[in-house]
């Protein structure tokens, strides 16, 4: 994570983008077209590549969190957290 240290900061819009299409390409019902997609949307811009790779970096980081806690953090609910609105990039 150091190296993103140094990054400049990404829009929240791109990281949104880039968490959505995480979410897309994990699903079930994902098709060769939301690869696609995806694809077109990963190459269109370098930000797209560097919120992606900070939704990499995240996942590393999960990947190494013992289990036990990894779930009581994911399922704590934060005292400013707000209804998840489930909605698609622009």
């Known amino acids: 994570m150091a190296a993103s ?4 900061s990404l ?5 949104f983008e880039a968490a959505y299409w995480y ?3 994990q699903a079930d019902t994902a098709t060769a077209d939301d ?3 995806w694809s077109t949307w990963l190459e269109a811009c370098p930000t797209h590549r560097q919120a992606w790779g900070r939704i990499q970096e995240v996942l590393c ?5 013992p289990p036990h806690i990894a779930m ?7 005292p400013r957290a707000r209804t998840p609105r489930r909605r698609k990039p622009p």
Do not use: E, F
């Open 61 to 65: 980081q999960l990947d190494d969190m």
């Open 11 to 15: 829009s929240d819009t791109v990281l």
């Open 72 to 78: 009581h953090v994911l399922t704590r609910q934060h």
């Open 5 to 8: 240290a140094h990054a400049p």
């Open 23 to 25: 979410a897309c390409l």
């Open 35 to 37: 690869h696609n997609q």
